[in-house]
């Protein structure tokens, strides 16, 4: 079956420009994770989505960062006014909800340069 | 709260060498407990899992026990390959709020 998928892949963007992130999940997942890794770096939590709704924005790092997901499914994220520090990967992943046990499925990720 | 601590790496082996990467972790409730890898170039892959106290997960020679008096879940392998070259990564899952929580990641290098 279709795992997790971002798109672009890869996306090069000026500085103060405005970028849209796409992550289609495993169907049937009803959670929806963001995540940014810098080069060399762990996992920095970005947003949670269960359905539409966004119990947990805490890791957004600022107001520049958004999120949507509309019909429990396809998640976009918008970064405004990019900055050279959102340079990194982003990556997303989706889970079963409702069970402690259930694991995420990682997408590929998308490549964001700021130059 | 919820945190995941790992080793610092990065850990560098000669193949055939015995392989731990240590993780302890704090939790309110009863977590699952969960090993990803990445390998250079790639996703993050689930590795293994655990569910409960006392259980072992296990895959490609992987292994790793949910220890709840110690709070750990080490992970295990006897014998590393080149091939097991990747950055590992122990998480846990809080089954209250479905929210992950990520260790920092361990490198690991497997020299011939």
């Known amino acids: 079956g279709a795992g997790v998928s971002q798109s672009p892949s890869n996306k090069v963007t000026e500085k103060g420009k405005d970028v849209e992130l796409r992550c289609d999940p495993i169907?049937?997942?009803?959670?929806l994770y963001w995540y940014r890794q810098s080069l060399g770096q762990g996992l920095e939590f970005l947003i949670y989505?269960?359905?539409?709704?966004?119990?947990?924005k805490s890791g957004l790092p600022s107001d520049r960062f958004s999120a949507e997901r509309t019909g429990g499914s396809v998640s976009t994220l918008t970064i405004q006014r990019t900055q050279q520090e959102d340079s990194a990967v982003y990556l997303c992943?989706?889970?079963?909800?409702?069970?402690?046990?259930?694991?995420?499925?990682f997408g590929p990720g998308t490549r964001l340069t700021v130059t | 709260g919820n945190s995941v601590t790992q080793m610092e790496g990065p850990v560098t082996l000669s193949e055939e060498a015995f392989l731990t990467i240590n993780c302890t972790y704090t939790?309110?409730?009863?977590?699952?407990l969960f090993w990803y890898v990445q390998y250079p170039g790639e996703g993050l892959q689930l590795l293994l899992k655990?569910?409960?106290?006392?259980d072992k997960g296990s895959n490609k020679g992987f292994e790793a026990t949910y220890r709840k008096e110690t709070t750990s879940f080490h992970l295990e392998k006897g014998s590393v390959q080149v091939s097991d070259s990747a950055v590992y990564f122990c998480a846990l899952k809080d089954g209250r709020d479905n929210q992950f929580y990520f260790g920092t990641g361990t490198s690991l290098t497997v020299i011939p």
């Open positions: 992943a989706s889970s079963l909800a409702g069970g402690y046990s259930y694991e995420q499925y």
């Open positions: 655990a569910t409960k106290a006392d």
């Open positions: 989505f269960q359905g539409n709704s966004a119990p947990d």
């Open positions: 939790a309110t409730g009863y977590p699952s």
């Open positions: 169907s049937g997942h009803t959670a």
